[in-house]
């Protein structure tokens, strides 16, 4: 799949997924990266997050996936994915982030729907074949654990 058919996959498999009613896996407001991410991301669909709004987050943007619940994660996904297609090199472990929390041991990586999961499989192709000999992006693990060859 080449750039322009990975992004549609990705538009089309998250088209009808609703806003998360839950940001932050923790939201006791004690957990200062947690409460910011929530703040940040409170009411913004996955459409919005693209590198410039990203870009303007005060923390780690990277990080901003690990302190989502696995509701936001699996929505703001496609956001991450997208940023790393259209603004690698310039988006750099902000872009690795999305192939990085789809490592196998990640329980968050589950429940996406087929559709989903099909785009994440053509991401994965996508960007192993584009980045080919690139950190993260030759890590068989994740591509074994999405049936995606090498």
Same mark, same amino acid.
């Given at each position: 799949?080449?750039?322009?058919? #990975? ?7 998250? +088209?009808? =997924?609703? &806003? !998360? #009613?839950? @940001? ?7 957990? &200062?990266?947690? &409460? ?12 919005? @997050?693209?590198? %410039?709004?990203? +870009? ?10 690990? *302190?989502?619940? %696995?509701?936001?994660?699996?929505? *703001? ?7 790393? @297609?259209?603004?690698? !090199? ?11 929390? &789809?490592? !196998? ?6 429940? *996406?729907? !087929? ?8 991401? @994965?192709?996508?960007? +192993?074949?584009?980045?080919?000999? =690139? %950190?993260?992006? #030759?890590?068989?693990? #994740? ?6 060859? %090498?």
């Amino acid at each position: 799949m080449d750039r322009a058919a #990975t992004v549609k996959a990705i538009e089309s498999a998250w +088209s009808a =997924e609703q &806003l !998360p #009613t839950r @940001i932050a896996y923790d939201d006791t407001g004690y957990h &200062l990266e947690c &409460l910011a991410v929530a703040q940040f991301f409170h009411g913004k669909t996955w459409k919005e @997050i693209t590198w %410039p709004v990203l +870009s303007t987050y005060k923390g780690d943007r990277s990080a901003c996936l690990c *302190f989502m619940s %696995p509701e936001a994660f699996r929505y *703001f996904l496609s956001s991450y994915m997208l940023i790393a @297609i259209d603004n690698y !090199p310039e988006a750099d472990v902000t872009a690795d982030s999305a192939w990085l929390s &789809l490592e !196998p041991q990640k329980e968050r990586a589950k429940g *996406f729907t !087929p559709s989903q999961s099909a785009a994440i499989r053509a991401f @994965i192709a996508y960007m +192993s074949r584009t980045h080919r000999g =690139e %950190p993260p992006y #030759t890590d068989v693990t #994740t591509l074994s654990q999405w049936d995606v060859a %090498p």
